[in-house]
């Protein structure tokens, strides 16, 4: 073997050049990647011995992708497109031998091959949409050329990925290999050159296009509609439709300038960076501060769960569904039922959309062991919490879960604002002890807050993140404050947003103003949502707040169709007379003089607050860093992907000296952090 660079081989099999991309982890197209395949296919094309050549990588993937880091940065090495144009234009023939994931700038590459084959298990796709991109290395103008325009765009917008068997039926791939991918590649190489195949070229066959632009006009056009809901805010998706009609409406390099502006108009924009943030921002989260990567993890084969109301019983699906079965414990047997027929009507629910079989709800039920003892949860590795906030029980639970749980078992708390070291002290084991925070509903939402508390054991602590990645969670850790990160941070903005409908603006108006700046939903409708009796009572209402006086008055939320807003059957929802009679009459009592008040007073009161309580959750190291700040907000709080999360925001588009002095302004007390950086 014939090193090109570190990271990429060139041998002979005979007659066939194999080339080979080792380049840890993903195999990503690095500058030194680049390079070497630009070196490998300058010696392929000067060597006339060759008949043929096959591409192919070591490691856990084909090529996932261009290489993310390098993005925003000079540029570096041999232009992708060059290599690309090489391969392509090779005088032998070249297969791309594909197995993990041909994602992104990989998928590129493979579609210059004149060849794709794969092994069973691979899978194909173009994600660069979730980074804010398009595939801006010829992909939306090839992959329509063979998987048809139609497919192509669903596959660009969303980001999904295709399997090999869907791949080889769309033409995508041209062989699954069955045993060892490169001898299989290198004897496909010699069968096609044996009997004479062509040299195909992506980029001229444009016959699975799927019609010419007219003939497929009243497809784009119902896809941007039936989609608009899906891509509002977005700016990249709208980009890659108009590059798959430029692969319908023109011939390939016409196109391929199409794409080429599109990207770069993204690429410059702040979503791309936003995006590309996220991703490692992702990353990052799942790194402890502190804590030796290497730490050993406890089992978590069988798990219990206290409470089968919507949290417990959300919680236990992400278990079974994965195949660990659940223990589930409540203190009435009606409760008991109720929560298991819920369980069981969510998966029949999912099996009906096609998601799994009937024998899959089966099988995920016949995990699942109700019982109303809680003695039961004697062998359990993990034990999760999730009964009604309040500080005694859930003393009086973990009191008794000391002397039931096995030695070892982690006692976890679902927790959303209460002290996990409180908790803990209930028991003589405070080291498995660990807070849980899921969202709800919990079975969907991908954020776990993971709590660790001053005596949480590191082993407690890895095991607990890495069991939400087993249950595919985004895990964050927070130190142990009211509300963690989250939920304090919420705090901060509703604080605001009550005083704002108070001082004149709608409740309608914050909700709007929230909605358009891209969360799917704004404070009051989510209140409504949720039920704006949660933690009420007619017996103990005093009436002090406006939500007192609603639930008072009968408004309950979009549970009794009457909440800040009035909804009907169909839950459309207008602005509701009475909410606004008591919010008027509640104004007037405590002497608050309204006033009109424009969006933007709206947006900054409530966004700026929350910013600078996550600045505040950093000065106390109550977040591992700024970023696990924003993974927190993206995934269990609706903050818009493109936007970066409310740290990256602050920092990037709205400014922070702007919002501490705006803060300021407001007479709050400003974070240190937030003046400084973090
Ligand atoms: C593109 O191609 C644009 C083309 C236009 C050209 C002009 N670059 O996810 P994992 C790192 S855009 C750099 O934990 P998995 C990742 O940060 C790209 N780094 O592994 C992590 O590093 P850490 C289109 C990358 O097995 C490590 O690799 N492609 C890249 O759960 C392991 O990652 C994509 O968007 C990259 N492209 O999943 C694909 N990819 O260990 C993005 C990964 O230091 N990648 N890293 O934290 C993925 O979807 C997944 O990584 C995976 C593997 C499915 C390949």
């Known amino acids: 073997m014939a090193a090109i660079t570190s990271v990429v081989d060139l041998a002979m099999d005979g007659d066939v050049a194999v080339i080979t991309i ?6 990503a197209l690095s500058a030194d990647v680049r390079d070497g395949l630009d070196g490998a296919f300058r010696a392929i094309a000067a060597n006339p011995a060759l008949k043929a050549a096959v591409l192919v990588c070591a490691g856990r993937t084909f090529i996932a992708g261009a290489d993310i880091s390098e993005f ?56 660069e949409v979730k980074l804010g991109l398009l595939p801006g290395a010829g992909g939306t103008q090839r992959l329509p050329r063979v998987v048809g325009a139609k497919k192509a765009l669903e596959m660009v917008t969303s980001g999904a990925q295709m399997g090999a068997k869907d791949a080889l039926a769309a033409g995508l791939v041209d062989e699954i290999v069955e045993g060892d991918l490169t001898a299989g590649a290198i004897a496909f190489a010699r069968r096609i050159v044996a009997e004479g195949r062509p040299l195909k070229k992506v980029r001229d066959d444009t016959s699975k296009l799927g019609g010419d632009a007219a003939a497929l006009a009243p497809m784009f056009a119902d896809f941007r509609q039936s989609h608009a809901r899906a891509f509002k805010g977005f700016d990249a998706p709208e980009a890659n439709i108009k590059c798959i009609e430029a692969a319908v409406a023109l011939p390939f390099e016409e196109g391929m300038k199409v794409e080429r502006s599109e990207f770069m108009k993204l690429m410059s924009g702040l979503q791309a960076t936003a995006q590309r943030h996220v991703f490692f921002a992702e990353r990052q989260a799942a790194k402890i501060d502190g804590l030796d990567p290497k730490t050993e993890l406890l089992p978590v084969k069988s798990v219990g769960i206290i409470g089968a109301g919507t949290m417990g019983g959300g919680i236990a699906m992400n278990f079974l569904s994965v195949g660990i079965p659940v223990t589930i414990v409540e203190t009435k047997q009606e409760a008991l039922d109720r929560g298991v027929a819920v369980i069981r009507r969510n998966y029949e629910n999912s099996a009906k959309k096609g998601r799994f079989s009937m024998e899959e709800v089966e099988a995920r039920m016949g995990r699942l062991t109700p019982t109303l003892a809680l003695e039961d949860l004697k062998d359990a590795d993990l034990i999760i919490e999730a009964v009604f906030e309040n500080m005694d029980i859930k003393k009086d639970i973990f009191g008794k879960l000391d002397t039931i749980a096995r030695p070892g078992a982690i006692l976890a708390s679902n927790t959303s604002y209460l002290n996990v070291d409180e908790i803990a002290a209930s028991t003589t084991r405070p080291e498995s002890v660990v807070g849980t925070h899921f969202f709800s509903p919990a079975n969907v939402m991908r954020l776990l ?157 409530c966004l700026y607050p929350m910013v600078n309580e996550g600045a505040k959750i950093l000065d106390e190291g109550m977040a591992q860093r700024a970023s696990d700040v924003d993974i927190v907000w993206i995934n269990g709080y609706g903050w818009p992907v493109y936007r970066g999360g409310p740290m990256f925001w602050a920092e990037h588009d709205a400014g922070r000296d702007t919002i501490a002095a705006a803060l300021e302004r407001m007479g709050m007390d400003v974070s240190p952090k937030l003046k400084s950086g973090w």
């Open 449 to 605: 807050e993971v709590v660790r508390g001053a005596r949480t054991s590191p082993q407690v602590l890895a095991t607990a993140m890495a069991t939400g990645k087993a249950i595919g969670k985004i895990g964050v850790v927070s130190g142990v404050c009211h509300g963690f990160i989250g939920n304090r941070m919420l705090g901060a903005r509703q604080e605001q947003a009550n005083k704002l409908i108070l001082e004149g603006a709608r409740p309608a108006d914050v909700d709007r103003v929230l909605t358009d700046f891209g969360f799917p939903m704004g404070p009051f409708q989510m209140a409504d949502l949720a039920g704006l009796d949660i933690g009420w009572s007619a017996e103990t209402s005093k009436g002090v707040t406006v939500r007192d006086r609603l639930c008072e008055a009968g408004l309950r939320g979009q549970k009794n169709g009457k909440g800040f807003y009035d909804y009907d059957a169909d839950r459309n929802r207008t602005p509701s007379p009475v909410a606004e009679a008591i919010i008027l009459d509640y104004a007037a009592e405590k002497g608050i003089n309204r006033r009109s008040i424009d969006d933007q007073e709206i947006l900054e009161r």
């Open 72 to 127: 925003g940065k000079p540029p570096r090495g041999a232009s992708l497109h060059a290599v690309q144009d090489a391969m392509e234009e090779s005088a032998v023939p070249v297969v791309a031998a594909i197995h993990g994931t041909a994602l992104g700038g990989g998928l590129e590459v493979a579609l210059c091959a004149h060849y794709r084959v794969s092994d069973a298990k691979a899978k194909f796709g173009l994600p």
């Open 22 to 27: 080792d380049s840890p982890p993903v195999n």
